[in-house]
């Protein structure tokens, strides 16, 4: 079983788009180069293999959110015509992890039928093996579990207050810049006001799966995965096996958003299957399965007290977050933490406390904490430009940071006025009218003007890569990057395309495998700079070495340019200083009687650069709603971000990112909420009717302005992060422009009909 | 899914009879009963195969200029069936504003009209449901209920009926054909659906075997001019309602000679508001007579939990459905058919602001 | 109780033999057809990633029953390309970026070409949009996807201009 390399080269009988060609290496529009196979349906997602003799997964789960599994009718799931296998507590073969120890360094405890304990509704309790997913849904539905019950901690009231060690991935709980109360006690004006973050859940448009194949001690798993070497290590520990012997195929995923970057039980159980049944086993997610074991946004009730001059300078700002995380893990949204890099106050505090609630562990979804904080914090803005009588966007400036806020560290690049000043422009907020309910349309619906600041920090994950410049001239660059649809297959080949001097075309990529160099984690909006460095370097490697070669034959043209140096362009080395004398990849590797150089590179963060400088993307939302003012029935009628964020690898495909997130912030501030019944700690809207997330309908034209940033302290690439940036800033903005179309400040998300309903 | 026998009989005859066997369901698109025999609300024994049979799917013009629609006509069909439209511009807009597209071509008018409620207790296996399961009781009651009845409620059952289509259909007095092991026969459709009363919570009146064929609607000229549905949604599209209300008026130029009023989304049926027809005849068509005539329908609304505003706001779609069915029906059918929102085709143009 | 029902998939005939009454449209493409271009993303209808024609209608695959298929006509995204040539619909998807994961992307498509031969929408972005929101699009791709459906409209109608066109000027429909 050797797993067939991840690319993208097109056979010539293969469909091609006629697409408009805008040039060819980076900071090209180019359209995405998976494009073909994803509008032909021939991208294949996890769920799509089917290795020979594969038979079907499926878990059954809790019900209750609290307590032990009884019993089981175990006979009659295995008296179900086709099922095969019903794995239980009782009898579910040993993993070599114990699945209740944390794994470093991002590991959550899972629940593999580990005991007969349930932690929280929806968790597996049961995994039935059938030779048709029909039989195995069913096998699964006969088990009928009983329960011993215990009583279910949900909200506030019930869950158990503490003291984190941290929250997110090894942050802080509590940051502390000047003195707070000699801040609130300057103040001429104060606000103070709490709000409520509801749980999310991603909610990838594919649910998690997993198509697992054994030979031998050697396991195959196709499925989605944003963390390739990591995922192998941990599955490698779990299954006792050496880390290379676990292979992960995950060309593409169906979005995760976060959900896919840690290793959950179910999936777990389903490997194990396979290897217990020595048949390759496929398990795939129901929607309402998603709602517990995969991770999710947890909940937070966060309080902001700012203290401000009367002229609106702020003197001390506090933010505290209660957040929720499971009963017996732990992932806190950092949400106060959003208070930190962005409004220049003297003093600042923030901090946290955790709740634990009888759910599935939280873990990071799409900006975690970042978007949770955001809301709490732009409303809090807007609140307390309010209390000062001053124009959001002038409150803003008025507090802009200069440097980052306590460490007084200066920024990479910070392009954020531009960001206010061209949304602002773009949108015509300078004609808002200060006051709220001021504003009609001509059919008579209320509109309201709102604006958020975005923010999000720049991570840099370690990530290696191979670029081989081959004897024809051409190139295989390869590296395990993961494409969840921010377009990895297209905007790193860019970047590597660029680094080796050859259009893209003449770049084969080999991507989404595990046995290729690691590309780091996808996430943290930080994988085209981690991943595109590593190929950058890689390429440069591989030049460096060509030029080595032509520089020091005195057959070359390019003989004794070493210390002149040479640019590699058009596949071509040319002299520096003279443009002219220049020669081919291929006629060099020729000469040399070379099949092809191999470029190498393992990038990281260069330490100094964190250590004295605030590495940020940054951005300015405005949006505008309209609201029935009898019905209450609200509609996001424009939205418009500006946003900075380093260099543009690709624009069509950048703009596509922030769109995303500007939609995940409309979807916030108006639609997603996880509804949780109190007695039993059910989700009662697990499904995709009634957890709103946005339809085409809810969107309106939205605009995304790319703000120019150079930026070449941040990386050697000067790419920022995307991904993420989009949500923080939009949910404020539209829960700032409902209190400007109503006068009502709901804080309270998602908005709904009932909270701004006239008397 | 549990395991079922699948019968594909080739006549009606043959379906009731098939039919008659308990443990029986029909299948028509299966829109509805796929989705609750995947979530374990219906584990049929037999499922009958009622989609292909012949002559169910026709729109047929009667000579009283009624019209009569076969059980099978997909709800697209119907909704975009010009004639139609014309003559019954709310239905038509309510079929519209329900469910998405792909739902609409496959769903048929028979099955919406027994389609079954959203109450999330009710499609929860693991929570009590006297709908469900006659006798286990209402977790809705105690529970997450915001979005259930407001009117004809009891302790035995708080949900709502989901469908936007039987809102209109209720209003217009339409007539449900159903053929049974005992014959063929017919039912105003404000009897076709049932409250919960103090003792059960029994959703309809058919019994076992029962197959809805056809559905008449009577003549409704008069009222063709000014009929509205308006649907109050938490997303724009593709939701459930909040609350809805169909409204059709026979005007004499400013006054209201008869209306034709429903509400959707406030009780386990369709609620056909003849006390708020009543207070609008002979009335002035402006905003005091549509405010009296919604107060009127209201009268007996009570929240049934966490759910005083949708009172409020059944009252208030009530106006808003007067209001826009006695400025007449739209030429052209809304982008967005039953919102409240007009149509957006641009981003705002500059001008059209009103700052005070 | 086995029984097979005759189906044509993307102008292949196929006699098939249905072991289970149980199999939907979307488990018999995906499962045992081995056409796993349809995705399954709620398999209840609340989605739109199943989305195919079935007898030239856009419809919710998760939602029909296989065995009740009997002589119909199913055409999945895996159908819809001429060859090497891609659908127009297709083509906008790619030049509109009207996708990033791609995992609903065959269903919306399948849903444009539905709802541009269904012909109510015309160049209307608003009906596009209404029309279109059977299709969740968790990525957030819905301008992209608008803009993909109007320019694909565009591009067929030029293409159809010798025929009679199905799409009234407006797309509106007379209400």
């Not at chain 1, 900075?644 to 922030?658: D, E, F, K, W």
């Not at chain 2, 025999?37 to 000579?63: A, C, H, N, Q, Y």
């Not at chain 3, 990525?139 to 201009?161: F, P, R, W």
Request: proline content about 6%; aromatic content about 6%.
């Amino acid at each position: 079983m050797s797993p067939e390399p991840s690319s993208l080269q097109r056979t010539p009988s293969e469909p091609k788009a006629a697409i408009s060609r805008y040039g060819s290496n980076a900071g090209q529009p180019l359209t995405r180069r998976d494009g073909i196979l994803k509008v032909t349906g021939r991208a294949t997602y996890a769920a799509d293999n089917h290795p020979e003799g594969m038979v079907f997964a499926v878990t059954a789960v809790s019900r209750i959110a609290r307590g032990r599994v009884r019993s089981m009718n175990i006979e009659a799931a295995r008296a179900h015509p086709g099922v095969i296998e019903v794995l239980t507590s009782a009898n579910r073969p040993p993993l070599f992890h114990d699945p209740d120890e944390k794994m470093p360094p991002f590991g959550f405890r899972v629940e593999v039928l580990q005991d007969d304990g349930v932690r929280y509704a929806n968790q597996p309790i049961a995994l039935v093996i059938a030779e048709t997913l029909e039989a195995a849904t069913e096998g699964a539905a006969l088990l009928d579990p009983q329960y011993d019950v215990e009583p279910a901690r949900v909200g506030l009231d019930t869950g158990l207050r503490f003291d984190p060690p941290g929250v997110g991935v090894g942050g802080a709980p509590m940051t502390a810049f000047g003195d707070i109360e000699a801040g609130f006690s300057k103040a001429a004006i104060t606000m103070e006001a709490d709000y409520e973050t509801p749980p999310q859940y991603h909610n990838a448009m594919e649910p998690h799966a997993v198509v697992a194949e054994w030979d031998g001690d050697h396991v195959v798993l196709d499925m989605p995965n944003q963390a390739l070497a990591l995922s192998c290590a941990t599955y490698a520990a779990f299954f006792g096996i050496p880390v290379e012997n676990v292979t992960i195929r995950s060309p593409f995923l169906g979005g995760g958003f976060g959900s896919k970057a840690i290793i959950n039980g179910p999936q777990i159980l389903a490997i194990l299957a396979a290897r217990m049944l020595k048949r390759p086993v496929k398990l795939a997610l129901t929607r309402a399965q998603m709602y517990g074991p995969v991770g999710h946004r947890g909940q937070t009730w966060q309080r902001l007290r700012m203290g401000m001059e009367s002229d609106g300078q702020l003197t001390a700002l506090h933010h505290r977050s209660i957040s929720a995380t499971s009963a017996f893990d732990d992932f806190l949204e950092p949400a106060a933490n959003a208070s930190l890099p962005l409004y220049a106050s003297p003093a600042i505090l923030v901090e946290h406390e955790g709740l634990r609630l009888d759910t599935g562990t939280p873990g990071p979804m799409r900006a975690p904490g970042e978007a949770s904080g955001s809301a709490a914090l732009e409303v809090a803005i807007d609140e307390a430009a309010e209390a000062c009588g001053m124009d959001p966007l002038e409150f803003r400036l008025k507090n802009y940071a200069e440097t980052e806020p306590g460490t007084n560290k200066p920024f990479s690049s910070k392009a954020l006025r531009t960001c206010y000043a061209e949304g602002a422009a773009r949108f015509g907020w300078s004609r808002r009218p200060l006051s709220a309910g001021q504003m009609r349309d001509d059919d008579g619906l209320l509109v309201g003007w709102g604006m958020g600041t975005a923010v999000f920090h720049c991570p840099h994950f370690p990530a290696e890569a191979r670029a081989t410049l081959r004897a024809d001239g051409t190139a295989l660059v390869e590296t395990g990057a993961a494409d969840m649809g921010q377009g990895a297959w297209t905007a790193l080949a860019q970047i590597a395309a660029e680094a080796l001097g050859l259009d893209i075309d003449e770049v084969e990529f080999h991507s989404g495998l595990s046995t290729l160099p690691d590309a780091g984690i996808a996430g943290g909006s930080g994988h085209t700079a981690s991943a595109g460095l590593a190929l950058n370097q890689a390429g440069g490697d591989a030049i460096a070495q060509l030029s080595d070669l032509a520089v020091n034959d005195p057959a070359s043209p390019l003989f004794g340019a070493g210390n002149i140096g040479v640019t590699a362009r058009g596949g071509r080395l040319h002299r520096r200083d003279d443009e002219d004398r220049s020669e081919s990849y291929a006629e060099i590797l020729a000469r040399a009687g070379r099949s092809d150089i191999v470029g190498t590179a393992k990038s990281a963060r260069d330490p100094d650069v964190a250590s004295t400088h605030a590495l940020y993307s940054h951005g300015a939302v405005f949006a505008e709603v309209k609201i029935d003012p009898d019905l209450g029935q609200i509609r996001t009628t424009r939205l418009i971000g500006a946003f900075a964020a380093g260099r543009v690898i690709n624009p069509r495909l950048v703009q596509s990112q922030y769109f995303g997130g500007m939609i995940w912030g409309l979807s916030f501030a108006l639609h997603e909420e996880a509804v949780t019944d109190k007695r039993t700690g059910r989700i009662m809207n697990a499904d995709l009717a009634e957890y709103h997330v946005p339809v085409n309908a809810d969107v309106p034209p939205l605009e995304a302005i790319l703000v120019p940033e150079d930026d070449a302290i941040v990386n050697p690439i000067g790419v920022k992060g995307v991904g993420e940036i989009g949500i923080t800033g939009t949910v404020g903005a539209i829960a700032n422009a409902v209190w400007h179309a109503t006068g009502k400040r709901v804080r309270k998300f998602p908005i709904r009909i009932e909270d701004v309903l006239s008397a | 899914m549990n395991r079922f026998d699948f019968l594909r009989p080739a006549s009606l005859a043959e379906a009731i009879t098939a039919a008659a066997v308990p443990g029986s369901v029909y299948l028509a698109a299966g829109t509805n009963l796929l989705d609750l025999m995947k979530i374990g609300v219906t584990r049929p024994e037999r499922v009958i195969d009622i989609s292909r049979l012949p002559g169910l799917d026709r729109i047929e013009w009667l000579p009283d200029g009624g019209v009569r629609i076969g059980a099978l006509v997909r709800n697209s069909d119907l909704a975009y069936d010009a004639r139609f439209a014309a003559a019954y511009p709310a239905v038509a807009e309510a079929l519209l504003s329900g469910a998405s597209a792909q739902l609409r071509n496959a769903a048929t008018v028979g099955g919406n009209l027994l389609q079954r409620t959203r109450c999330a207790y009710f499609q929860d296996i693991a929570s009590a449901c006297n709908r469900r399961e006659p006798g286990s009781g209402c977790d809705a009651l105690q529970g997450e209920n915001r979005l259930h009845a407001v009117l004809g409620w009891t302790e035995q059952c708080i949900a709502t009926h989901p469908s936007d289509f039987c809102v209109p259909l209720a209003a217009l007095d339409a007539v449900v054909e159903i053929e049974g092991a005992a014959g063929r026969r017919e039912l105003p459709i404000e009897a076709l659906h049932r409250l919960p009363d103090a003792i059960s919570a029994t959703e309809s009146v058919l019994a076992p075997g029962d197959l809805i064929i056809g559905l008449r609607l009577p003549e409704a000229a008069a009222l063709a001019g000014h009929a509205r549905y308006v649907k109050l949604r938490e997303r724009t599209s593709y939701a459930f309602a909040v609350v809805s209300a169909a409204a059709m008026l026979d005007m004499d130029g400013d006054t209201i000679r008869s209306s034709r009023i429903a509400l959707g989304a406030v009780a386990a049926k369709p609620w056909r508001a003849h006390a708020a027809e009543a207070a609008l005849v002979g009335q002035r068509a402006n905003r005091e007579t549509f405010e009296t005539a919604a107060t009127a329908a209201l009268a007996d609304a009570r929240p049934s939990g966490d759910n005083a505003f949708k009172i409020t706001l059944a009252h208030r779609i009530l106006v808003r459905a007067l209001t826009l069915a006695s400025a007449g029906t739209p030429k052209v059918m809304p982008a967005l058919p039953a919102s409240p929102f007009p149509e957006q085709h641009a981003p705002a143009p500059k001008g059209d602001l009103h700052v005070a | 109780m086995p029984f097979s029902i005759s189906l044509t998939v993307n102008g292949q005939s196929n006699s098939i033999a249905l072991d289970d009454p149980r199999v939907t449209l979307l488990d018999l493409l995906r499962e045992r057809l081995h056409l796993t271009g349809t995705k399954k993303g709620c398999d209840r209808g609340q989605c739109g990633a199943c989305t195919v024609l079935l007898d030239g209608r856009r419809i919710n695959a998760c939602l029909t029953l296989a065995a009740s298929l009997d002589g119909s006509t199913v055409t999945t995204i895996e159908g819809l390309a001429d060859g090497t040539e891609l659908h127009p619909v297709q083509a906008a998807f790619i030049a509109c970026d009207g996708l990033q994961c791609g995992y609903c992307t065959p269903g919306q498509i399948m849903s444009a070409v539905g709802l541009l031969s269904e012909g109510h929408a015309g160049n209307d972005p608003e009906r596009v949009r209404e029309l279109m929101s059977g299709n969740i699009c968790r990525c957030g791709a819905y301008q992209g996807i608008t803009q993909a459906v109007l320019e694909a409209g565009h591009a067929l109608s030029a293409k159809n201009d010798a025929q009679p066109a199905g799409v009234p000027e407006d797309g509106r429909n007379a209400a």
